[in-house]
């Protein structure tokens, strides 16, 4: 049974151009999270979404960040017009249920942006 | 404002010396803390969840315990490959999300 795969694990973009992150979650879970992990700092909430729906997008940047978890296919973070404080580490992970299960972790993609 | 603060940031431990992590939170109506370790440039892996304070569970040297205001990560007899960082975080009130606080970085020296 694969774990929470993301892609890609390393991303470098230049600033003014788009970053999309992708995010399959473990077989069974219909319910994903998207967190960013700054360095030095502790892991930030961004989206919880289910299948074709936002469920909470308290964390996320009012401008230049979507997410999307369509009915076929992985779950879409996506970034536009990078700047360089948007250089992270970003983590998917997925439940099973609703929020108050544990949480599995993908591998995170690392955004460089130059 | 929901809050979890970790303690220390950083502790470097010998081989075989047992020591406790310290997780204090601030949240209305804990509905679970989680404990979470981090090797560096990998996410972060589940180990536990706990609901209600006088709760504790065990994996391998690892024990994780509650009370109404923190929790406590103990690491008996710890081994070299326990080094990583502990991460605490905490599902309360009406939010869907985790709330984290910054870990700490063990190192377990042979």
């Known amino acids: 049974n694969a774990g929470v795969m993301q892609n890609p694990r390393h991303l470098v973009r230049r600033r003014g151009q788009e970053a999309r992150l992708r995010c399959s979650p473990m077989k069974g879970h219909s319910h994903v999270y998207w967190y960013r992990q700054l360095p030095e700092e502790g892991l930030k909430f961004m989206v919880y979404?289910?299948?074709?729906?936002?469920?909470?997008e308290s964390g996320m940047p009012k401008e230049r960040f979507s997410a999307e978890f369509p009915k076929e296919g992985p779950s879409i973070l996506r970034i536009q017009q990078v700047v360089r404080g948007d250089s992270a580490a970003y983590f998917c992970a997925s439940s099973p249920q609703g929020a108050l299960n544990e949480q599995f972790f993908g591998p995170g993609t690392r955004l460089t942006v130059l | 404002e929901d809050q979890v603060t970790q303690s220390p940031e950083a502790l470097r431990l010998q081989e075989g010396e047992s020591s406790s992590l310290n997780c204090s939170y601030t949240v209305s109506g804990l509905r679970g803390l989680f404990w979470y370790r981090q090797d560096p440039g990998k996410g972060p892996e589940f180990l536990f969840t706990l609901y209600s304070a006088g709760e504790e569970k065990e994996k391998e040297r690892l024990k994780a315990t509650l009370t109404k205001k923190e929790s406590f990560l103990h690491i008996t007899a710890p081994k070299p490959e326990d080094s990583a960082t502990y991460l605490c975080a905490v599902h309360g009130g009406a939010t869907n999300k985790l709330i984290f606080g910054t870990g700490t970085l063990l190192a377990v020296q042979p």
């Open positions: 979404l289910q299948k074709e729906n936002i469920i909470d």
